[in-house]
């Protein structure tokens, strides 16, 4: 299908309407494969702005993408109110960051301006407010079991190369250990071992719960944006054991919330839409 970056229901109706966004909204990046080998710059350009888009981010060719929404709005497929409102609301994001008073930026000021206490309570209270509990139909969230009690965490990657500093549960495994004494955690990737994922399933029932973490990024020509079918499976058949034992399983989704569309038999998922260390952390608070 069409990406939704050409989607007016979607950026039009949904966005600015429905949820009443009115600042600037960008575009997600031209070049990417599903625009590139679908049309030309000029008619990604053309199309994304009548979308309803202000900005059209990292085109294959500006030029060709400029000559698009001028022709686009000859056509009368872009109305000039439009691309009014379009400037607008680009020149008020500049005049408020101060950029008709200068135009570059002193980057050694950089720490003293990003990243600082108040840009990451504004942060937390993101993470805090976006995490979604799908479902939950065996109140397992927050778990129901003692401190005392044995838990089992699967920190479950698509793969494990390119997470920089960004590590899958580096966070996670410390928060959960400091509200349960009795933590084992196992990583499982598209590099495990059939014996070692038939090890964690002939395993599981020890363990008064279960909290699985799954780690699966949207980046761009990788070819992937899933777990492998093993882990797939896996998951189900502890889905299984979990209901038959009457044992609290719950399974987070960090990064790609579609991943969670592969499972719809889980008993308790959230989705967190992030995978660094804050969505963690939020997660297990």
Known sequence: GRPTTFSKPIVQTLLREELGFDGVIFTDSMQMRAVTEMMSPADAAGQAISAGHDVVLHSPDDALALEGIKTAVAEGRITEAAITQSVRRILTAKARLGLHHRSHVDLDSLPLLVGTRAHQSVARQISERSMTLVKDSDNSVPLPIR???????????????????????????????????????????????????????????????????VFVRTASFSGRMDLVSDLVTLLMQLSEQALRNDQPLVVIFFGNPYAATLLPELPSVLLTYDYRGLAEETAVR
């Open 147 to 213: 401190r005392d009690e044995s838990l089992l965490y699967l920190s479950m990657l698509d793969y494990p190369s390119g997470w920089g500093l960004g590590a899958p549960s580096r966070v996670m495994i410390p928060e959960l250990e400091k509200r349960w004494e009795n933590v084992t955690s196992v990583e499982l990737s598209d590099r495990s071992s059939r014996s070692e994922i038939d090890l964690v399933r002939e395993t599981v029932s020890q363990y008064d719960a279960i909290v699985a973490g």
